[in-house]
């Protein structure tokens, strides 16, 4: 494979309620290229997902997020489902540990409803990206750039829609991640040149 995960370790941050497709489609392709991943949770041992219109399986929770460190990572995926982001956004751990990833650059994946958890932890100002429609105006009104396609890249942060964009999210995620930690934009420090805007794929 062109971008070869070996040696990565990603996390995917999950409560009950994620949208079951949108964690095991994106971590079969990462495990396929190589990448370890670990399923992190607030939930205890366990987690239940969502499967489109009724609850789907139980899964294994790898770390709990109590125990898990942003700098043991070396990228991050968010599936979606509606109940797993609203409890997300709402656990100052969770959003701690998202922001982590940003503040060092890291790559981050988030697809349909997940962005909600970006928008709390802050994350989402000046970036382009896509989503659910229904996050379509908390994303705008969180000073993001919204558009409506099946996957959007800026500075190492994925997007997508839905469960049918996964195969375009996929591809994205291990080139993002195979490309590792992205530079950020920052103010520029005094007598330094401001740098360009936000690179987009």
């Known amino acids: 494979m062109d971008n070869d995960l070996n040696g990565k370790k990603i996390a995917i941050v999950v409560e009950n309620g994620f949208e079951q497709v949108e964690m095991t489609g994106p971590r079969e392709?990462?495990?396929?290229?190589?990448?370890e991943t670990d399923l992190i949770s607030p939930a205890d041992k366990k987690v239940k997902a969502w499967d489109l219109t009724r609850w789907g399986r139980s899964f294994k929770v790898d770390v709990p997020l109590a125990e898990a460190r942003a700098e043991d990572y070396d990228a991050l995926l968010l599936p979606g489902g509606v109940m797993n982001p609203d409890k997300l956004r709402?656990?100052?751990?969770?959003?701690?540990?998202?922001?982590?990833?940003?503040?060092?650059?890291k790559p981050v994946a988030a697809i349909c409803h997940a962005p909600w958890t970006l928008i709390d932890a802050?994350?989402?100002k000046?970036?382009?990206?896509?989503?659910?429609?229904?996050?379509?105006?908390?994303?705008?009104n969180a000073g993001a750039e919204w558009v409506d396609e099946e996957v959007v890249v800026d500075n190492g942060l994925v997007t997508s829609r839905q469960p049918s964009d996964i195969p375009a999210f996929n591809k994205k995620i291990i080139e993002e991640f195979g490309e590792g930690t992205?530079?950020?934009?920052?103010?520029?420090?005094q007598?330094?040149?401001?740098?360009?805007g936000?690179?987009?794929d």
């Open 29 to 35: 392709a990462l495990d396929e290229a190589g990448a």
């Open 90 to 105: 709402v656990n100052q751990q969770a959003l701690d540990f998202v922001k982590a990833f940003f503040d060092a650059g």
């Open 122 to 124: 802050g994350v989402v």
């Open 126 to 140: 000046g970036r382009r990206m896509t989503s659910y429609p229904s996050v379509k105006t908390d994303l705008k």
């Open 182 to 189: 992205h530079k950020q934009d920052k103010p520029p420090q």
């Open 191 to 196: 007598g330094e040149p401001a740098m360009a």
């Open 198 to 200: 936000h690179s987009v």
